[in-house]
């Protein structure tokens, strides 16, 4: 069992700037792939980007690329979204993942086994 806990989640102005981590407990010495997530309401949880466990790969979707960037830390079993440029509908709930099965970053969320409770993410205009 892996344990997530997001942080980081606020309220921010469009063009600004916020990071979130994601501290993973347990059995963290897997090598997991790690996803974010996002969620507004009335939609379906959208992918956001991954990394592999390595941090040597990463992948994003296309309404995020050049603007976000996924890190880990596995010293200290955490992720990160550096999240710039927000934009208002960057709005939504947040989410990490991981993935203990695969080697490649799945974009869908039913490949992810574990998941954080989610942090709140608000840009206004």
């Known amino acids: 069992q892996v344990q997530l806990v997001e942080s980081g989640g606020g309220s921010v102005q469009a063009g600004g700037s916020l990071r979130l981590s994601c501290a993973a407990s347990?059995?963290?010495?897997?090598?997991?792939?790690m996803g974010w997530f996002r969620q507004a309401p009335g939609t379906d949880r959208e992918f956001v980007g991954g990394?592999?466990?390595?941090?040597?790969?990463?992948y994003y979707a296309d309404s995020v690329k050049g603007r976000f960037t996924i890190s880990r830390d596995n010293v200290k079993n955490t992720v990160y979204l550096q999240m710039n440029s927000l934009k208002p509908e960057d709005t939504a709930v947040y989410y990490c993942?991981?993935?203990?099965?695969?080697?490649?970053?799945?974009?869908?969320?039913?490949?992810?086994?574990?998941w954080g409770q989610g942090t709140q993410v608000t840009v206004s205009s």
């Open positions: 347990g059995r963290t010495g897997s090598s997991y792939v």
């Open positions: 990394i592999s466990w390595s941090g040597g790969t990463t």
């Open positions: 993942a991981a993935d203990r099965l695969r080697y490649s970053i799945a974009t869908y969320a039913r490949a992810y086994d574990y």
